[in-house]
């Protein structure tokens, strides 16, 4: 499975940004899909989590209200809306995908880079 991320890019604080993962190689249905953010200096951190149907969502607290995670199985694509940014937000995202839906990530995209203005 090979995944490509999009969409990061330069927005003021209280603004939006959709992002989106297209896969290719596999049987996108079969996978679930995630997206991870980790800023200079920080560790990776988990954002948000989508099951292979799409029909259950995992939003930590750190994001939730604010971050939402929805999948197109028939566009193999998984998509992050980001509302309400904040400069803490600025990272490099990442997506993820594993077979099933739980145990460890098993194919990871390059990332896009978001970064958020005050």
């Known amino acids: 499975v090979q995944l490509q991320a999009s969409g990061g890019g330069l927005v003021q604080a209280g603004g939006s940004l959709r992002l989106s993962c297209a896969a290719t190689?596999?049987?996108?249905?079969?996978?679930?899909m995630g997206w991870f953010r980790q800023a200079p200096g920080k560790e990776r951190e988990f954002v948000a989590a989508?099951?292979?149907?799409?029909?259950?969502?995992n939003i930590p607290s750190s994001v939730r209200g604010r971050f939402t995670i929805s999948k197109d199985n028939a566009k193999n694509t998984v998509y992050l809306q980001m509302n309400s940014l904040n400069p803490e937000d600025t990272a490099i995202y990442l997506c993820?995908?594993?077979?099933?839906?739980?145990?460890?990530?098993?194919?990871w995209g390059q990332g896009t880079q978001v970064t958020v203005s005050s």
């Open positions: 989508i099951s292979r149907s799409g029909t259950i969502s």
């Open positions: 190689g596999g049987m996108f249905s079969s996978i679930s």
């Open positions: 993820a995908a594993r077979i099933g839906d739980t145990g460890g990530w098993n194919y």
